[in-house]
């Protein structure tokens, strides 16, 4: 045979089967195995491998994770347009837009809202606000972050826009 460990191997793997080998060498001291006794071969005694059964682990209950919600605060709520104490033209029609900028992000369970006298007058996702016909007069915007619960995370600082429309009682004759 060429390849005596791939004998032994086949051989060994046979031995279930309980068939007599036999092991010789030759001049060089090769060994040959075999299952037929030659000139000087010697019976071998093949000793069953033991078998080691797969390791199965057991299934572990998936127990839901609980997870602990950091704490969270806004770090800023800043009205950046208008500037306070701006001075709306009758020309624009009592439109404005109101913007403003939220540090972190809105989360998804709160809501922005724009007040006018701490009146609630817009509510969103969004940090900006368009207003239109606004009455004439002085009106005070303040955006602020409430939760589900109702409760006031962060307000921004306060706008005063001074709004000036043309009045129908003021004729020029």
Known sequence: MKHPAIALFCLLSLSAQATEVYMSRDADGKVTFSDKPAGNAEKHEVKELPVVPAFVAPKKEE???KTKELPFSY???TIVSPVNDFQLESGYAGDLQISGVLSPGLRESDTLLLLDRN???REGRQTA???KNLSR???IFQMTVRDKDGNSLISS???TVHVQRASVLKRNY
């Open 63 to 65: 127990k839901p994770v």
């Open 157 to 159: 600082n306060p706008v």
């Open 129 to 131: 606000f368009t207003l």
């Open 119 to 121: 009146s609630v007058i």
């Open 137 to 139: 007069g002085e009106h």
């Open 75 to 77: 770090t800023s709520l």
